[in-house]
């Protein structure tokens, strides 16, 4: 089965940039699409198609994905920020597949 | 507005079973496709089962084959999950969400807690 690899945390200091990988075999062919989950919150869709953003989400999320590597980039972070952050894939074998999560935390 | 919300949810032993639902409003239900994702306690987000507009196509993850069965009724505006044989490790909150375009899974209910345990 497919397999979607995340860092499990990923740290940054207010005001910087935050870059968290989704690690996938030749994921740059797929769709990704990237989930934000607060404490308690059900998930919130922040990039859809590698790097569409709904409306609602801020500028400040961009996405990008290439050859084996997706990448969800949050420019000028803030505290609101923090959250586990999910990438998703539509696998061929007809399934939807999960990244294990990352951990953002605003130093 | 959009809305989904689940229930169903509750505490029942090994080898039971439980059905639940998900009551959908403010967009035409039958015109889009839904699924389950589920989230042990501390875990991640794991996709649970898939089902077209209609009903004709459905998918499910390996770790519930042959145990859970995904429905819907598009008069009622509901989906459904019934989940036979359940086992400790099917635990979790368990969301609806409705698919988009490209796949994605922009709308998602509160979710509904099943705990599985003696």
């Known amino acids: 089965s497919y397999v979607l690899t995340q860092p499990p945390s990923v740290s940054v200091a207010p005001g910087k940039t935050a870059r968290i990988t989704c690690g996938g075999n030749n994921i740059g062919s797929k769709s990704v699409h990237w989930y934000q989950q607060k404490p308690g919150q059900a998930p919130v869709l922040v990039i859809y198609?590698?790097?569409d953003r709904p409306s609602g989400i801020p500028e400040r999320f961009s996405g990008s994905n290439s050859g084996n590597t997706a990448t969800l980039t949050i420019s000028r972070v803030e505290a609101g920020d923090e959250a586990d952050y999910y990438c998703?894939?539509?696998?061929?074998?007809?399934?939807?597949?999960f990244g294990g999560g990352t951990k953002l935390t605003v130093l | 507005e959009v809305q989904l919300v689940e229930s169903g949810g509750g505490l029942v032993q090994p080898g039971g079973s439980l059905r639940l639902s998900c009551a959908a409003s403010?967009?035409?239900?039958?015109?889009?496709?839904m699924n389950w994702v589920r989230q042990a306690p501390g875990k991640g987000l794991e996709w649970v089962s898939y089902?077209?507009?209609?009903?004709?196509?459905?998918y499910y993850a390996d770790s519930v084959k042959g145990r859970f069965t995904i429905s819907r009724d598009n008069a009622k505006n509901s989906l459904y999950l019934q989940m036979n044989s359940l086992r400790a490790e099917d635990t979790a909150v368990y969301y609806c969400?409705?698919?988009?375009?490209?796949?994605?899974?922009?709308?998602w209910g509160q979710g509904t807690l099943v705990t599985v345990s003696s």
């Open positions: 998703q894939v539509w696998d061929s074998s007809s399934v939807r597949v």
């Open positions: 403010g967009f035409t239900f039958s015109s889009y496709e």
């Open positions: 198609y590698d790097s």
């Open positions: 969400a409705r698919a988009e375009r490209f796949g994605e899974l922009f709308t």
């Open positions: 089902i077209s507009s209609s009903g004709s196509t459905i």
